[in-house]
Structures are given as structure tokens and as C-alpha cells.
């Protein structure tokens, strides 16, 4: 069983983790605009949204599309958001 320590340690461990996170809380992105927001290159966002979607933190709003796809941070992200450190 995944605790919140256990996310919160995962996320904290990670600067582009926390990073996309973050930039998540000001409301739905699309890959591009937060490789913008964050400067981590597009190549790594990928990668990292399907760790946050594993995870349950986040969620595609829009997955049957191939490009254009739209992130937010589920209910679990919000609380997990709150408990970690600011950048």
C-alpha cells in the first residue's frame, strides 16, 4: 500500500516532479504549456506525467486524444500538493 509519506517522499525527491506539480495548481495544462511554466523540456514531461498519473495524483482530462491532451491534478494531487515543500 502507497501511504501519503510515501508520495509526499516520491515527489520530494524529485525536482520536476514537484515542478509539474506545482505548476498544476493554477489549473489544467497541456504538456507544452507546462514545459513552458517549469523550463523541463518536453522529452522529460512525458515521462513524468505517466509517473503522476500512476500514482493517481493527476489525470487526463481529454485521453482519447493523441495530441492537445489536458492535465489536472485529482483530489488526491490537491491534498498531496499542500503537504509538500514549496520550490
Partial sequence: ????????????SSSYRKSILTSLSGGHKTPTEM????????????????????MGLIKCLNPELRKGRIYALT????????EIKPI
Fill in 75 to 82: 483530489q488526491k494531487g490537491v491534498r498531496i500538493l499542500k
Fill in 1 to 12: 500500500m502507497v501511504t501519503k509519506w510515501n508520495l509526499i517522499g516520491k515527489i520530494n
Fill in 35 to 54: 514545459s513552458r511554466a517549469t523550463s523541463i523540456r518536453i522529452y522529460h514531461i512525458s515521462t513524468i506525467l505517466n509517473e503522476l498519473v500512476k
